[in-house]
Structures are given as C-alpha cells and as structure tokens.
C-alpha cells in the first residue's frame, strides 16, 4: 500500500529537549515536504527536499532542522524546541514529472501532534 | 511573499445545495493547483487538481482563471459527507518548487 509514515504520532516534551520526527515514503518519490498547521494560520511549508541531499527553505524554517540522506526518509529535526513550536505537524510526498512539474497527487502522512511545555 | 487566499468561511449550507469556493493567489508565476479535502484532525487529501480548462469530477467542478489568479471550487448538491475544510493550493518553480496551500474554508452541510 503506498503510504506515508510518521513517527511518532503524539509527542508531549519539555522546552530545549532535542527530537525527531520521522519521515517515510514507500513510493520512490523524489519530493518531499514538511508542514506545520496552526489554527488561523493553515499550513504552512518548513521544508521541503527536492531529491535526495537537495533541502531548501519553506516559509517558516526557523527552529527546524532536516536532512535527505536517503530517498525514503525526511527526518524533521528540533534541536532546542520551544512551546511556539506546538503544533500538528505533516509530512508530504509527491513525484515530479520528467517535464519538471510538480506532480498533481502530494500524499500527507497522518500528522504528528506535538506539545512542547 | 507568495500567498494564496481564501474565502474565510465558515458555510452552513442545506443538503443538496451547490456551494462554490473562491480562491485567489498572488505569484502569476504559479503553476499547477490543486484543491485539497481535510477531516478534522486527519490528513489534507487531493480532491482535484485544477487545470486552465476546467475540470470535473462528478458533483465537483474546479476551474482556474489565470487572467484574474483565481481558482474556483464548485460543488453540486452537496451531501452531508462533504461537511470538511476544503483547501486550495498552488505550487511554482523558482529554482526549485514551493507549494503553499490556503487557510481553507470549512463547509458544513445541515440536513
């Protein structure tokens, strides 16, 4: 079944304490996204990776760390979360065409809520 | 800064009903969009792409207006299962692809 996967689904930490939420894709797609959605602020792009070692900058990347180290995975990195960052995260892949297009289906992972207090 | 923009909603409509939703976005360099269904507390899914000939699926038509940089999103005798927060989304190519989705617009249909 193509799907993506996150880890882990609900988190409840404490400010300054380092995680990670993972990201998985089965469908050998090439882009991958993160978004965070916050009431009155609807989603909004951290990051997203083009291919595999190719990352850039969303709207809201302060705080947020990734990597692509390998075509399947999106790790979404905290180094030192603060309570603003509370949120429901996603995680988002799609294909690109060979024309260069973004492809018209970007499946979303099922979220992770987070807490930081 | 790229946004795209939605009506603010929400929209309490009768069963049966048509609906329409309106969506206006500001790179005129975008690309492709999409209108996307979200279920409270659950994941956005594709419920259309939206291309410049207009497209229909069954009760739901979407259309695209480049001269004016809106999209619309009509739906034709609404059911209660379409009670969700509809989102419209556009994406560009500036060395490398941006999407950025709208706020979204809840709908709720009453029996």
């Known amino acids: 079944e193509a799907q993506v996967t996150q880890n882990p689904r609900y988190l409840i930490t404490v400010t300054g304490k380092k995680l990670t939420v993972t990201c998985s894709q089965n469908?050998?797609?090439?882009?991958m996204s993160w978004y965070r959605q916050d009431p009155g602020l609807g989603l909004r792009q951290i990051y997203y990776?083009?291919?595999?070692?190719?990352?850039d900058k969303g709207d809201v990347p302060e705080g947020y760390k990734v990597s692509r180290k390998e075509k399947r995975n999106f790790p979404l990195i905290l180094e030192s979360p603060s309570p603003n960052q509370t949120s429901l995260y996603f995680c988002?892949?799609?294909?690109?065409?060979?024309?260069?297009?973004?492809?018209?289906?970007?499946?979303f992972g099922p979220g992770t809520r987070l807490t930081v207090l | 800064r790229k946004e795209v923009e939605q009506d603010p909603g929400p929209f309490n409509v009768p069963e049966g009903a048509t609906v329409a939703f309106n969506c206006t976005y500001s790179?005129?360099?975008?690309?492709?969009f999409f209108w996307y269904r979200q279920d409270c507390r659950k994941e956005p899914k594709l419920l259309m792409s939206?291309?410049?000939s207009g497209n229909e699926d069954g009760r739901f038509t979407a259309q695209l207006n480049r001269a004016s940089q809106y999209i619309s999103l009509l739906i034709r005798d609404s059911k209660l299962s379409d009670s969700a927060t509809y989102l419209c989304?556009?994406?560009?190519?500036?060395?490398?692809?941006?999407?950025?989705f709208g706020k979204g617009t809840k709908l709720s249909v009453i029996p």
């Open positions: 790179n005129s360099a975008s690309q492709s």
């Open positions: 989304a556009a994406s560009w190519r500036a060395g490398s692809y941006q999407l950025t």
């Open positions: 939206v291309y410049s």
């Open positions: 988002a892949s799609s294909s690109t065409r060979t024309s260069g297009r973004l492809a018209d289906t970007q499946y």
């Open positions: 990776s083009m291919n595999v070692e190719v990352t």
């Open positions: 469908m050998n797609h090439e882009y």
